[in-house]
T-cell receptor, first 112, second 113 residues
């Protein structure tokens, strides 16, 4: 049973554009929502994370938007660069140190 | 500061065999978790160890077992390998079970033939 649903499965964005990836969850006990970036042959690396007491968090070109009532959250990558081409995973857990429930991932390609 | 290191990086086993994968946690991290990532999928939680005790388990059968040692390194053991066990196995460490995010290793690619 997929506890976190992620879309789209793949995304192509031109350099300088905005990449948007969406996730939805059902379990209201989740209170930690991280995004991970994974390059081929590597493990996932934490990009940015948010807790449900805030609606938005920004770190550099990466922004998480969180809608608690809709049980949805999204990742926005501003000024996308070819080096951002990777697979992105959203996740959710009941706290930041416990089991992460991952989405199925979004393969992002940023074209020059 | 060293990150999470896993060994071996690649492994080929025959169905029915047993395998042991190893993980060294990031310095100072006392919690380790293991995940299975099938091709094209997100990682799936196998189990977590905190101070040498299992303190959480995902939907995996008992033939998946683990150990955490006093230096916080860890092992994942899989008995009676099945073809569907072919995947990337990821180890992740964190500082405690309620604070700090995970740091993942690069994984062990297991192929069962």
């Amino acid at each position: 049973q997929q506890q976190v649903k992620q879309s789209p499965q793949s995304l192509i964005v031109q350099k300088g554009g905005i990449s948007i990836i969406n996730c939805a969850y059902e379990n209201t006990a989740f209170d930690y929502f991280p995004w991970y970036q994974q390059f081929p042959g590597k493990g996932p690396a934490l990009l940015i994370a948010i807790r449900p007491d805030v609606s938005e968090k920004k770190e550099g070109r990466f922004t998480i938007s969180f809608n608690k009532s809709a049980k949805q959250f999204s990742l926005h990558i501003m000024d996308s660069q070819p080096g951002d081409s990777a697979t992105y995973f959203c996740a959710a857990s009941i706290n930041s140190g416990y089991a992460l429930n991952f989405g199925k991932g979004t393969s992002l390609l940023v074209t020059p | 500061e060293t990150g999470v290191t896993q060994s071996p990086t690649h492994l080929i086993k025959t169905r029915g065999q047993q395998v042991t994968l190893r993980c060294s946690s990031q310095s100072g991290h006392n919690t380790v978790s293991w995940y299975q990532q099938a091709l094209g999928q997100g990682p799936q939680f196998i189990f977590q160890y905190y101070r040498e005790e299992e303190n959480g388990r995902g939907n995996f059968p008992p033939r998946f077992s683990g150990l955490q040692f006093p230096n916080y390194s860890s092992e994942l053991n899989v008995n009676a390998l099945e073809l569907d066990d072919s995947a990337l196995y990821l180890c992740a460490s964190s500082l405690g079970t309620t604070t700090g995010g995970y740091t993942f290793g690069s994984g062990t690619r297991l192929t069962v033939v």
